[in-house]
């Protein structure tokens, strides 16, 4: 018996299936969809043997690019055949031929388009038109050639290419061909030739040529302005940039090369005729940058033309001024409301280039005062000179710089003072104001010729000047102190080499010098530059007094040691570290410089080292230089061994060996109150105090006896320093031990150099490379084995 469920069951039970089979058949679909496009990822089966899976083939390029190659191709050997018909093959027509092949083939190539285009057949269309055009050019060639052999190709040139633009424009514009893409841009190309052809053929001359170009070049404006964007407009472009940059070049050298008013006028009118044309592009161009550029481009001829003109009138010397007063007059159109912004900036960025191409102009002679007065270096104390020309040129040949230089700096500073009022380009045409008016005051006494102590003065109230803003944290709160203070240091380096004609001037300028960066140096901002720069001009001056009062250098010596002195109580006074580091770089060097002006006079020279190491121990006083110490050891060391060489002392142990025994018994105290004190410091002068000199003493002894004994006290040392493993003692006296050796086994090593062949040196030479490469990795681990011994003596 079958069961029947109730029907409210059954409608559930019912519901519940065709739910599954629902879900069941989304799945089917969604399994099928992904299987469809696996399968059409798959190449499509072939012919292929079994196993043999071929890769798929994927195409390089697209069927539209293929076609329009074909085309191009096809039209590309269709003209070429053509122009092979025209050129070779006409004379083998007659008349009647000649006038049936040209009106058949061009009427039947010009008309070819319409039903091609009826056809949708568009590409093939362009590609029919470009052999279209270009067979009406050959049969321009052919009338030309036949019947009209008498008119001059350059003006033949001229009219055919108006009668081809017309022909083309007129054929473009047919309501069957408007919509073909190269009639128009062809016509437009052909358009570039008639008037600069034709002002060849009439011989119009420069002018006249520059004139068609820059009326072409209008032209293509005005069409670049009023036609849409497309090829045609490109192609308006195009030739308005390349026929007026062409024409505009043409009419610049014909106004530089004018040589009166009136041919600088004609030039004149050229440039400003291409600027008017530049300047209604700019305003009506929404191209921002198309129309600042294009306003730029009209400042610059306005400043030309306007320039060319009065430039005939002027002495050469004014000829940049005049263009700078005209490139600055360019500032008043931009203060002009009217003008559109992108307009005055460019015509500001005009105003910009011209004056930046005066500055320029005038830097040779800036340089020239600068960097000319170094030549007085080779000729020092050789007489003063005639005035500021020959101070700065050193006799050398003078530049033909203009006397306009001057004016011409300050100028451009007073317009960046003025005319700059952005807050954020503010503080750099403040900084361009510093420099421009620096510049200016310096070429100031060079152009006037001024008398030699006259410059000499200037530049130092210049540097005075200078140093001074940069005291000043109001004044110098705009540009900041460094830029016044690395003027002044180039002013005072070039006023420095400037006082080296006279004795008196090289005094009087070094003593100021110091005491304008001495006074500077007061303040802490400045201290890091002004303190080397005060305690280098000292060295100077100590070196220049000792030569004006006629000392020997060894006497100069000790003059210059004050500035050592100096530069280490500022050190120790200063509160910036870079001031310190600076103070004490400079105060070695000019310790450097007074142990080699001593270096002659043995006597002098042991009392200038000694000097010297008082300097040194002084500044180790500081806990922060402590190392100085080893300085100082090594100073008076020197000092000591100076003086008894000086004495002509046979046996300097008598003199070095008493030293020798306190200090080396203080610095046994010091290690046992100080077990962290180094060995260099509580042995180290001891055992150099009679060691080194000893040695050298060894050395010229024709006698065995101090250098055996030198020997035997040397080896004692060293194997003391390895006991206790002390780093000065096992170093000293291994390396005087060393020494000592080389000594006394060098008439050996001599005669038996003497004896053996010569290429015994070489291939011991050889071997010993060879046993060092081999045994390369053990060498470096001994080494370093030996540098962690070291390393762990104290």
């Known amino acids: 018996m079958t069961h029947v469920p109730p029907p409210a069951e059954e409608l559930r039970l019912i519901d519940a299936e065709l739910w599954r089979l629902d879900a069941r058949r989304a799945q089917l679909l969604t399994r099928r969809a992904w299987l469809v496009g696996q399968l059409s990822a798959l190449p ?57 092949v040209l009106g058949a083939v061009t009427v039947a190539v010009l008309a070819a388009p319409l039903p091609l285009l009826g056809r949708g057949l568009r590409s093939t269309t362009e590609a029919v038109t470009g052999l279209a055009l270009a067979l009406t050019v050959l049969d321009a060639y052919a009338l030309h050639a036949t019947a009209l052999t008498g008119v001059t190709a350059t003006a033949y040139a001229a009219w055919t290419s108006a009668v081809l633009a017309a022909l083309w424009t007129g054929y473009g514009r047919l309501p069957r061909t408007r919509t073909l893409r190269l009639p128009l841009p062809a016509a437009l190309a052909a358009a570039q030739l008639p008037l600069p052809l034709g002002a060849v053929a009439a011989g119009a001359g420069a002018y006249g040529i520059s004139g068609a170009l820059l009326v072409t070049a209008a032209i293509d404006t005005a069409v670049a302005l009023r036609a849409p964007a497309g090829p045609v407009r490109i192609t308006a472009a195009v030739g308005a940039y390349g026929v007026g940059a062409w024409g505009s070049l043409g009419a610049v050298w014909l106004s530089w090369t004018a040589g009166g008013p009136g041919a600088g006028a004609r030039a004149a009118a050229l440039l400003l005729f291409a600027a008017g044309v530049a300047a209604a592009a700019a305003c009506r161009d929404r191209a921002a940058g198309h129309a600042v550029g294009l306003s730029l481009t009209v400042g610059l001829l306005v400043v030309t033309a306007l320039g060319g003109i009065v430039r ?6 004014w000829t940049v001024p005049a263009h ?16 559109p912004r992108r307009v005055r900036r460019g015509l500001a960025l005009a105003s910009a280039a011209v004056q930046g191409l005066a500055v320029l102009w005038a830097l040779p002679l800036l340089a020239l005062t600068l960097f000319g007065p170094a030549g007085w270096a080779v000729r020092v104390w050789s007489g003063a000179p ?64 001024v008398p030699y102590p006259a410059a000499l003065v200037v530049e130092v109230l210049a540097t005075a000047g200078l140093l001074l803003p940069a005291t000043r944290r109001r004044v110098a709160r705009s540009t900041g102190p460094l830029p016044a203070l690395l003027l002044a240091l180039v002013t005072s380096v070039s006023l420095a080499f400037l006082s080296l004609p006279t004795r008196s001037a090289t005094v009087g300028v070094l003593t100021a010098l110091t005491v304008l960066f ?13 303190v080397p720069a005060a305690l280098g001009y000292g060295a100077g001056w100590a070196c220049a007094v000792g030569a004006a009062a006629g000392w020997a250098p060894p006497h100069t010596a000790l003059l210059v040691l004050l500035v050592p002195a100096v530069a280490a109580l500022t050190a120790a006074r200063a509160a910036d570290v870079r001031t310190t580091l600076a103070a004490e770089v400079t105060g070695a060097a000019a310790g450097l410089v007074a142990i080699a002006l001593a270096a002659g006079d ?44 000086a004495w002509g002392v046979t046996a300097p142990e008598a003199y070095t060996a008493p030293l020798s025994v306190p200090a080396l018994v203080m610095g046994a105290l010091r290690r046992r109150r100080d077990p962290g004190a180094s060995s260099w410091v509580a042995y180290g002068p001891g055992l150099a105090a009679t060691l080194v000199p000893s040695l050298a003493a060894a050395w010229s002894d024709p006698y065995a006896t101090r250098p055996w004994l030198l020997g035997a006290a040397a080896l004692l040392v060293t194997l003391l320093g390895a006991r206790y493993r002390l780093r000065a003692p096992l170093l000293l006296g291994g390396g005087v031990l060393v020494l000592d050796a080389l000594h006394e086994l060098a008439p050996y090593l001599v005669q038996l150099a003497g004896l053996l062949p010569r290429w015994v040196p070489p291939a011991l030479a050889g071997l010993l490379l060879l046993a060092v490469g081999a045994t390369y990795e053990r060498r470096l681990r001994n080494v370093r084995r030996a540098r962690d011994v070291l390393g762990r003596m104290n």
């Open 386 to 449: 005639g005035g500021a020309r020959q101070a700065v040129s050193v006799g050398a040949s003078w530049l033909p710089q203009p006397q306009a230089a001057p004016l011409v700096l300050a100028a451009v500073a007073a317009v960046l003072a003025l005319a700059v009022r952005d807050a954020v380009w503010r503080p750099r045409a403040l900084l361009g104001v510093l420099v421009l008016g620096w510049s200016a005051l310096m070429v100031v006494p060079v152009v006037l010729d």
């Open 324 to 339: 700078l007063a005209l490139g600055i007059a360019l500032l008043a159109a931009v203060r002009a409301g009217r003008l």
């Open 44 to 100: 499509q089966p072939g012919p292929v043997p079994t196993g043999a899976m071929p890769a798929p083939h994927r195409p390089e390029t697209t069927a539209p690019r293929v076609q329009n190659v074909l085309l191009l191709l096809g039209g590309l050997l269709l003209t070429i055949a053509a122009i092979a018909f025209t050129v070779v093959s006409w004379g083998h027509l007659g008349i009647a031929g000649r006038s049936l």
């Open 312 to 317: 005939p009138a002027l002495p050469a010397a």
């Open 602 to 645: 043995p006597a002098l020279l042991s009392l200038v080292l000694s000097l010297a190491a008082v300097i040194a121990a002084g500044t180790a006083l500081r806990a922060e230089r402590r190392p100085a110490a080893h300085a100082a050891t090594a100073l008076l060391a020197t000092a000591a061994w100076v003086r008894l060489s």
């Open 518 to 530: 001495a006074a500077a140096s007061r303040k802490e901002r400045l201290a890091m530059v002004t």
